[in-house]
């Protein structure tokens, strides 16, 4: 007992001596990155020796507890701060991969599930959203303008009709149209009774039996039901995608709240960044017009699809789109009868309000930021009106309500038109080939956003070809089909020509991601996404109700068999009744889904190959060694395991760098997959000859494929949040995609840095007392204030959160130059990402850095080249407001070619500001050898090296 009497003497003494310790005056403050590192790791402390010091179970605070800074450990242990430095840690990533649904707490099981699966729906609106944030932020409005942010808005209004007509395939066109058949009466002779009748209505065996019930609805009322789910599982996005809007959004820090800081947005007459702009992270209520837009839409979309099948249910030269306006489908003699009256005024006032939404969606004015510093700001969010659009919803959902009601007075009629060749719902002919190529023709001018092609050019060419395309559908014959299909050729040659030739002339395109065509690649991608989605829903249920596991596809009710059985039972030799069951049905998939199929398994072959030969290009590079510093000589080769080891860590560092040219390559391949999906010949079509048996195999080979992909996309959503119930999938995804606001999409996820920043800041402001009104605080509170101090230390995306928060307190007491303030990142995604994908947000004219040109995909090494022209900026930088005149910049920043996912903020070389430094590769710590890579860093000397420059430098400032 005596050596544990003896320890335990020792530790309380170590806690006493620590508390008569001075109070310290500088705050480490860690904030994690995109490993959601938790609180304990972040600190370096075991989870018993820390404490939650502030915050709640989404963003909290933490400290090592007393006895933890009160236990001996060795000289140069990292745990330890330096002398007079309190250390926390910022953790912020339940934010961005955990779910919450209101009055229902945690969820488990089915619910879960279903949570998860609808988080996996949205993600392409949430890549819509960062698509929005690429174009041009500060362009000049007018005449001039490209009105990028209108396309990325009319781009998601697309994505969320795409998803309507998903879910009005699945519920009307598959399950409503063909898996309830028409009643048919079958006469039977009952002896000693006469004769009777028995009705049945055939349906899909694969349906849940609860479902059976259905068949005794009339088709009117089940075809109404199943419009009001197809609503439903739009709302369930809607609803997914505001759950955090009241704990994210419209949060501000406590310096805001009491009215301590400035609205001025400019320093000498000269424009802040935008991220530093008053009001850019409070923006919720002005965002949530386009919740009330997209659902408008929706509803809207919803009561035309119905309103067309019922108009030309019973109107058989109407069931082909091809030459629809020809056959005088859309002249009176068909609109003007009175039966069809309510119908026709239903599409008259759906395809009225669609066109209006669209209207508002592009015009809507979302940044409530200046863009000019003699130009004055936009409403603030306060005062933001929804009542005009509030109304748009009203009118898409009374439109909504009329069509259901409508449809289920409707009667017994077949809902499927009798011609089996015709689609088995006749709104859904067209409306995915329409949505798909209004993506197209977006997806085009997006090339051009970025340098600044002119609404004036590209807003016509939109119009011109999607209309053409339409009218080329309606009128395909005679002169007026010719002129309608050339307009629409040349519309879209033009639109090609123009957005590349712009985007060729782009001054800045070298420094900008992709070359300054980041719109269109996150806008090619999402839709590529979504079409995945979609088409993996579509046809995962289509072969989910027509499984070869099953006799047949089509039963009859239970109780029809039973009175055919009683029948035959009561005089079989004398009256024998045959039952036959009909023979399977191969349910028909409307156009769009099966096409796109087969070009996304033909885009994955090209991708495959594209890695095989990048693996197999780095694995016949191994022999070059890669040096420190781009562009350096290269290190002797050697045999010793570590430096091989350290090579090996290199090349696989390298292979991840060029994600920015992957991305743009599946990207690419997305649109080319969306343009073969308009241009492929109906699957049902027979081609003759060799190439149609390769057509007809590829398209059983595709849609076998996108069937598997459909299931290992709900495995993996399953899997997901095993351990945790409403946690996101794919987490790394959401902490990347969620960081900025919504602006281009009501239903994308809730940006987390809406909180994040507002949170940071008001740490920070607490900790220098920036939040309290100093003519009510005492001068001995106001002395020990001012030679308080903070290091902001971040790791990778925290680096990101860390320079927003900086921006955000420039409106504060002390402006732009706050000499209280050092940062201290690593492994940080700045300069080589969000620098070039966000040129207004993080790019070189807003932090002061040199610009980076775009990683090689061939080479060996991806950064030996030369870097593009150093940017003059226009007004402060983040490296100006951390610079003090004739000191060292107040920011220090670590790298390891190592790290897949961390790169310098500056430069590689040692030379300019002096900001970079390269951290040592090897993990010392680790028992065997460990190669670091993109964790770890705080646990590296050259951390405590630059925290104590900085805590020096901080300290001689205040002196």
């Avoid at 123009?498 to 269109?520: K, L």
Wanted: hydrophobic share 50%; aromatic share 8%; charged share 15%.
């Amino acid at each position: 007992m005596r050596p544990l009497v003896r320890i335990l003497g020792r530790s309380a003494a170590r806690a006493a001596q620590h508390a008569q310790l001075p109070s310290p005056d500088v705050l480490e403050l860690r904030v994690h990155g995109v490993a959601n590192t938790p609180p304990a790791a972040m600190l370096g402390l075991d989870p018993t020796q820390i404490e939650q010091v502030d915050g709640d179970a989404l963003g909290s605070f933490w400290a090592a507890t007393p006895r933890a800074l009160g236990t001996e450990r060795p000289a140069g242990d990292p745990r330890v701060p330096p002398p007079g430095v309190r250390r926390e840690g910022y953790s912020w990533g339940a934010m961005a991969r955990l779910s919450t649904v209101p009055a229902l707490g945690k969820a488990s099981g089915l619910v879960a599930g279903v949570i998860r699966a609808l988080w996996v729906l949205i993600i392409p609106f949430g890549l819509a959203n960062v698509a929005y944030w690429t174009r041009d932020a500060d362009e000049p409005t007018g005449r001039r303008s490209s009105a990028a942010g209108g396309l990325v808005r009319l781009f998601g209004l697309a994505l969320t009709l795409l998803w309507v007509a998903t879910t009005a395939t699945v519920a009307l066109g598959i399950v409503g149209a063909q898996c309830y058949g028409p009643r048919t009466t079958l006469d039977v002779a009952v002896p000693g009774q006469g004769t009777t009748t028995v009705d049945y209505v055939l349906t899909c065996s694969a349906l849940p039996d609860q479902l059976d019930s259905w068949a005794r609805w009339s088709s009117g009322s089940r075809t109404a039901l199943l419009a009001v789910l197809a609503a439903a599982a739009v709302l369930a996005l809607a609803a997914v995608g505001s759950t955090g809007r009241l704990r994210y959004e419209r949060r501000m820090s406590g310096t805001k709240a009491r009215g301590l800081t400035s609205d001025r947005a400019s320093d000498d007459g000269k424009v802040w960044p935008m991220l530093a702009r008053p009001g850019f992270w409070t923006h919720a209520k002005r965002s949530s017009v386009l919740w009330y837009q997209h659902l408008s839409a929706a509803f809207a979309l919803l009561a035309l699809l119905l309103a067309w099948h019922f108009l030309y249910r019973d109107e058989p030269e109407c069931w082909d789109a091809t030459g629809f306006g020809a056959r005088g489908c859309l002249g009176p003699g068909v609109w003007g009868t009175s039966g069809n009256a309510s119908w026709a005024v239903m599409i008259a006032v759906g395809l009225a309000l669609l066109v209006v939404v669209a209207w508002r969606v592009a015009r809507v004015r979302l940044d409530p930021l200046p863009h000019g510093a003699s130009r004055p700001a936009v409403t603030s969010d306060a005062q933001v009106s929804r009542a005009g659009d509030a109304a748009l919803f009203g009118v898409g959902f009374g439109l909504f309500v009329w069509a259901v009601v409508a449809v289920a007075g409707s009667g017994d009629g077949p809902l499927r038109p009798s011609d089996p060749a015709a689609v088995p719902f006749l709104g859904l002919a067209a409306v995915p080939s329409i949505l798909i190529g209004l993506m197209v023709v977006l997806c085009v001018a997006a090339v051009g956003l970025r340098s600044r092609l002119r609404a004036l050019v590209w807003a016509p060419c939109v119009v011109v070809a999607v209309g053409g395309a339409v009218t080329a559908l309606l009128w395909p014959d005679g002169a007026g089909g010719v002129l309608a299909r050339s307009a629409t050729g040349a519309a879209f040659v033009v639109l090609l020509v123009v957005a590349v030739v712009s985007n060729a002339r782009h001054r800045t395109r070298g420094r900008e991601g992709w070359s300054g065509r980041g719109p269109f690649v996150l806008l090619a991608t999402s839709a590529g996404i979504a079409m995945v989605l979609s088409a993996s829903t579509v046809l995962g249920v289509v072969a989910w109700l027509q499984a070869p596991g099953a006799p047949e596809n089509a039963t009859v009710p239970a109780q029809v068999t039973a009175a055919l059985g009683e029948v035959a039972a009561d005089d079989r030799l004398r009256d024998p009744v045959t039952v036959q069951v009909a023979a399977p049905v191969q349910l028909v998939t409307p156009p769009g889904y099966v096409e796109f199929a087969a070009m996304s398994v033909a885009v994955i072959a090209v991708l495959a190959v594209l890695m095989i030969v990048l693996s197999a290009r780095m694995g016949a590079l191994r022999s070059r060694p890669l040096p420190v510093i781009p562009g350096d000589a290269p290190p002797a080769k050697t045999d010793k395991g570590v430096d091989q080891a350290i090579q090996r860590g290199r090349r696989h560092a390298a292979l991840a760098h060029r994600a920015e040219r992957i991305v743009g390559v599946v990207g690419t391949a997305f649109f080319l997959a969306l343009v073969g999906t308009l241009l492929l010949p109906d699957p049902d079509e027979e081609v003759a000859g060799f190439w149609g048996d390769v057509w007809d195999l590829g398209v059983q080979w595709s849609t076998k494929a996108v069937v598997l992909a459909f299931g290992l996309v709900v495995a993996s959503v399953v899997g997901a949040g095993s351990k945790k119930s409403l946690a996101r999938p794919w987490g790394l995804l959401w902490d990347l995609m969620c960081f900025l606001p919504r602006a281009a999409h009501p239903f994308a996820p809730p940006c987390y840095a809406e909180r994040v920043v507002p949170e940071l800041r008001a740490r920070i402001d607490t900790w220098l007392g920036d939040d309290l009104d100093p003519a009510q605080v005492p001068a001995s509170r106001r002395r020990a204030l001012a030679d308080r101090r903070v290091v902001i230390s971040a790791h990778s995306l925290g680096g990101v959160v860390a320079v927003a928060a900086l921006l955000a307190r420039w409106d504060g007491p002390a402006g732009p130059r706050d000499d209280r303030v050092a940062l201290l990142t690593y492994g940080t995604q700045l300069r080589a990402y969000f620098g070039r994908f966000f040129p207004e947000l993080f790019g070189p004219a807003v932090l002061g850095t040199h610009p980076v040109a775009p990683a090689k995909l061939w080479a060996a090494d991806p950064w030996a080249r030369a870097l593009p022209a150093d940017v003059t900026p226009d007004a402060v930088t983040v490296v100006e407001s951390l610079t003090t005149p004739g000191r060292p910049t107040r920011w220090r920043s670590l790298w390891r070619r190592t790290d897949f996912i961390g790169f310098p903020v500056d430069a590689y070389a040692a030379d300019g500001t002096g900001i970079d430094h390269p951290a040592q590769e090897v993990d010392d710590v680790a028992y065997l050898l460990t190669i670091a890579a993109h964790s770890g860093y705080p646990n590296a000397p050259e951390y405590r090296g630059q925290l104590d420059e900085l805590v020096g430098m901080l300290r001689e400032e205040g002196s």
